[in-house]
């Protein structure tokens, strides 16, 4: 049974992908989910998609850093940007998510919501990620 973090995820991905399909901004997406939510939706998932929302010029800057070469953020299925971008979000900001589980709720999540490549790529993209992360502060 998924844990209510993993749930939350999933929930901030749907919010993420609807949000860039229909050309909204995530903080009015949001609203519009929160509004009609049954059950409401869990105070992570809001933390995850304000962190985002928040973030989102860093986050794209260090995800693209870390594309094949030949690739663009654009290039990539909404599914994997959304997940890449959350846990990249979990990486960097948030203190209580080892980097390794960010890394592989954001595999699952692409395993079974996009394409076959998916999970290999996102694993290799967020392990580079991962290793250009700045040293914590002592």
């Known amino acids: 049974m998924p844990s209510a973090r993993t749930k939350a995820r999933k929930r901030?991905?749907?919010?993420?992908?609807?949000?860039?399909?229909?050309?909204?901004?995530?903080?009015?997406?949001?609203?519009?989910?929160?509004?009609?939510?049954?059950?409401?939706?869990?105070?992570?998932?809001?933390?995850?998609?304000?962190?985002?929302?928040?973030?989102?010029?860093?986050?794209?800057?260090?995800?693209?850093?870390?594309?094949?070469?030949?690739?663009?953020?654009?290039?990539?299925?909404?599914?994997?940007?959304?997940?890449?971008?959350?846990?990249?979000?979990e990486i960097d900001y948030v203190d209580d998510v080892p980097d390794a589980v960010a890394v592989s709720e954001a595999v699952e999540l692409v395993g079974d919501l996009s394409t076959d490549e998916s999970p290999s790529y996102v694993n290799g993209l967020l392990g580079g990620v991962v290793d250009d992360k700045a040293p914590a502060e002592p």
Not at 54 to 63: F, V
């Open 12 to 89: 901030a991905l749907d919010i993420l992908f609807e949000a860039e399909l229909r050309g909204r901004t995530l903080s009015e997406t949001l609203a519009e989910r929160s509004a009609d939510a049954e059950p409401p939706l869990r105070d992570y998932t809001i933390t995850l998609v304000r962190g985002v929302e928040q973030h989102q010029a860093e986050i794209d800057r260090r995800i693209t850093a870390h594309l094949a070469k030949g690739w663009t953020l654009a290039r990539m299925p909404r599914v994997d940007r959304a997940a890449v971008r959350i846990a990249t979000y």
